[in-house]
């Protein structure tokens, strides 16, 4: 089963960005359907970005579309998620998650990942 460790994160203020990285150890991520979620306080988790390998392509939550980019480097085993123009209700811990082995399609529900990184805070504010 794949690890992750998360990086990045941090205080910006509203129409900065942030970079969040998570590696991965104990297997090649592009074999696995790789999510990224949030949960701000009092709120329940929402996916953000998902990558699917079997359709080689990325779902953007409605929120977050055209400021927030999902991208990969399998050199260094490693998803990002690029955030621009972030917005006061950006603000949550943010969270790398990927599916099981042979489960290449993203879900919206985290009961579907297995394997997640440790967390990271994003906190958006003036």
């Known amino acids: 089963q794949v690890q992750l460790v998360q990086s990045g994160g941090g205080l910006v203020q509203p129409g900065g960005s942030l970079r969040l990285s998570c590696a991965a150890s104990?297997?090649?991520?592009?074999?696995?359907?790789i999510g990224w979620f949030r949960q701000a306080p009092g709120k329940e988790y929402e996916v953000v970005s998902c990558f699917s390998p079997s359709e080689g392509s990325t779902y953007y939550a409605d929120s977050v579309k055209g400021r927030f980019t999902f991208s990969r480097d399998n050199a260094k085993n490693t998803v990002y998620l690029q955030m621009n123009s972030l917005k006061p209700e950006d603000t949550a811990v943010y969270y790398c998650a990927a599916r099981p082995l042979g489960y290449y399609y993203c879900s919206e529900y985290g009961s579907d990942f297995v394997s997640w990184g440790q967390g990271t805070q994003v906190t958006v504010s003036s």
């Open positions: 104990g297997a090649t991520l592009d074999h696995y359907a």
